[in-house]
């Protein structure tokens, strides 16, 4: 049984359960993957390459189906890209940010969200301003306003970090660390990564490998294992 994203003011859930997906070529991406998140919060998953990141997300965002086991997610997805050029469409930061508000919203409600959200990522009285001007971390800003405007409260961001100077890395974690934990906050994000000093900045960290997710950990913990074992290896 597949249950597909739904929006609810409660606090988000999200449960996979048992979840397996193969692709076409044979790769098993997901094998009997299970974990829970019921509360808000940033929860980082750490994982090499090949082990079921993406798919993962494909399959919360509801892109394709799990062949095995369940998934429960009440709460309404977005997914922020590596690389924000991939999502951002139109010419300036009011158009764009139309493009993920409800069609029965009224211009005021229109004009209210993303003066909202921009202000919220730090782009406030930029309605007006061509994407093209704008630098590699305010795309990414954009990108999550993008997000806010939907009403969005779980955040699916695939190494949000990965293509950003460090100033700008930084601002993008501060500002998904505020979103996700604020006391008024509904927000669940979950934040694919590789960079290990994210870790300290999450509720709740787990590690990827052969398409299953481990248990919930707290981030420096992941952080000092990884650093151990990368040491003894190295």
Known sequence: ??????????????LLDQVSFTWPNGVRALDKCSFKIDKPGLWMIVGSNGSGKSTLFRLIR????????????FAK????????????????CRSDLMLSIPDNCGYRERTLRIRNALN?????GMEDRPIHTLSGGEKQRLALAGALVSESNLLLLDEPTALLDP???????????KLSTDGNGM?????????LEEL?????AAMMDKGRVGPWEKGKDIFHRINSLAGRRG
């Not at 189906?65 to 998934?71: A, L, R, S, T, W």
């Not at 927000?187 to 960079?195: A, D, E, N, P």
């Not at 300290?200 to 709740?204: A, K, M, P």
């Open 187 to 195: 927000i669940i994000s979950i934040w694919i990564t590789h960079r």
């Open 167 to 177: 100033q700008s890395q930084q601002s993008i974690l501060e500002i998904v660390h």
């Open 200 to 204: 300290h900045y999450c509720n709740g």
């Open 1 to 14: 049984m597949f249950i597909r994203p739904v929006n609810s003011k409660k606090s988000p859930t999200l």
């Open 120 to 124: 919220q990522v730090g782009l406030c």
């Open 62 to 73: 509801g892109m394709i189906k799990p062949q095995e086991g369940n998934i429960k997610c």
């Open 77 to 92: 997805s977005s997914l922020v890209f590596q690389n924000p050029d991939h999502q951002l469409l139109l010419p300036t």
